[in-house]
């Protein structure tokens, strides 16, 4: 009854039919859903008018039609890819000529299933194409399918509509751009579509950013909230495959994709930063000794985003907001408790702020040594002990061991007076010298052009 009061005007062929789709569809036979929706769509093109029926006939369709195309296994018999294109096109054609035609009113442009249509579109040149198949007989230029996606997008973006509901063809775009990075095909294309796609769908980034006004085109789109379910599919595509290791060519996500990570974790329903372990791991550090703990429970929330506080805490060090820098790696370990790079993380936090103190005249060196070395040294020795260490990361620690045993000897120095004091100090410093040279020759050997920095090293700290 439902289906039939849509239809009125629409032969009964079309009406059984409809009924036959609504029905395969339900029991998820797509394959002939497929078909029948392929048949109905080449039918009802001539009957096409842009009305209350058609559109509600066209919504149904349509949405069969990309759902069944995409759960399908390509095959060339199953349907008349070629017609289907050619009757796709003429959808689109009909709706912008009757669309824009001064005479005619619409109520509400989401009324209409354009954006469907325009994912079909892509649909089936991205399949035949995979294929290897000719498009010859599809569509009169030769379009590749990362091209076909960006004049969809472009051609939807022209007349202010890319997000018509709720962005379901921003989400579609996103979507393929994740399958062409997994299939590493398209990089530079599928990011500059991808960020477009962004950009109308949550308005990110914002007009603060340089890279919106020199990379992205303003759509006038309607852009949605922020969600975790469209937060997961951009950090998807935007995550590395490898999280960056910070002594071998540092690589970092970019401030854009920062700033959408920081929002992402605002929706967790969770703060991190507030939790037991949280206050626990940091208090370790103060402390001076690392105690075995567990990591958090999963929360469903975040396990989609595992590497999230990784990634803005290797961020914050490159850009030198080590104390903030400190409190995202803590959070890592908080959800990632076996993620032993965290540690060699904190450890160059606090490495550098050390050595920041130690350059500025007026800081209390003895404060430095005693209270925040401590913690790098700690840092540097848990990962050490605990995964093979690269002669990189041997050396920085090594070269810090040795920078503070200097300024052992300059607070010696300070305190020429107190001979016990003088005594105490220069047990530290040979500790610290001994230490350096255990440390470096702990590094994986190096390969043979840096070999002599190694002995280099050695004969220094040995002076």
Not at 147 to 174: P, R, T
Not at 196 to 219: L, M, T
Not at 287 to 305: D, Y
């Amino acid at each position: 009854g439902g289906v039939s009061s849509q239809t009125a005007g629409i032969p009964i062929r079309h009406k059984n039919l409809l009924i036959l789709l609504e029905s395969l569809r339900k029991l998820s036979m797509m394959e002939n859903c497929l078909k029948c929706a392929e048949i109905l769509l080449h039918e009802l093109v001539p009957f096409l008018r842009f009305t209350d029926t058609c559109k509600s006939l066209l919504t149904k369709i349509l949405k069969s039609l990309s759902a069944s195309m995409l759960e399908c296994d390509f095959q060339a018999e199953i349907i008349n890819y070629g017609r289907a294109m050619s009757n796709i096109v003429k959808v689109i054609i009909k709706f912008f000529e009757t669309f824009y035609k001064e005479e005619t009113v619409h109520a509400s442009l989401s009324d209409y299933p354009i954006e469907r249509a325009f994912m079909i579109y892509h649909i089936i040149i991205d399949k035949c194409v995979l294929e290897g198949l000719s498009e010859a007989d599809l569509v009169s230029t030769n379009v590749a399918r990362i091209q076909s996606l960006a004049m969809c997008h472009d051609l939807l973006g022209e007349h202010n509509i890319c997000s018509l509901n709720n962005g379901i063809f921003l989400s579609y775009i996103i979507d393929r751009c994740n399958k062409y990075k997994v299939a590493n095909i398209f990089i530079e294309d599928a990011t500059d579509l991808m960020e477009q796609a962004v950009f109308c769908y949550i308005g990110h980034p914002g007009p603060g950013s340089k890279r919106s006004k020199k990379n992205r085109i303003e759509h006038g789109a309607s852009h949605s909230r922020l969600t975790l379910e469209i937060a997961q599919k951009v950090y998807k595509f935007y995550c590395p495959a490898e999280m960056f290791n910070p002594m071998e060519n540092p690589k970092h996500v970019s401030s854009d994709t920062f700033e959408l990570m920081v929002q992402t974790v605002q929706l967790f329903e969770q703060d991190v930063s507030k939790t037991d372990l949280f206050v626990m791991i940091k208090l370790s550090m103060e402390q001076g000794k690392i105690a075995p703990f567990q990591g958090l429970e999963e929360a469903t929330e975040r396990k989609n985003f595992k590497d999230i506080f990784y990634l803005c805490g290797d961020y914050l060090w490159k850009y030198g907001e080590f104390l903030k820098a400190i409190d995202w790696f803590t959070c890592d370990l908080c959800v990632n408790p076996d993620r032993i790079q965290s540690w060699l993380c904190l450890g160059l936090c606090w490495l550098s702020i050390a050595e920041d103190r130690f350059n500025h005249a007026k800081s209390d060196l003895k404060i430095v040594i005693e209270s925040i070395a401590p913690k790098a040294v700690l840092c540097f020795d848990h990962f050490m002990g605990n995964s093979p260490t690269s002669f990189d990361v041997a050396s920085e620690y090594s070269i810090f061991l040795y920078t503070i045993a200097s300024v052992y000897n300059q607070v010696a120095g300070a305190l020429a007076d107190n001979a016990a004091v003088i005594q105490e100090i220069d047990l530290k410093r040979l500790t610290l010298i001994t230490k350096a040279k255990e440390v470096l020759l702990k590094g994986i050997e190096p390969t043979k052009p840096a070999s002599w920095k190694k002995k280099f090293m050695l004969g220094k700290i040995s002076e």
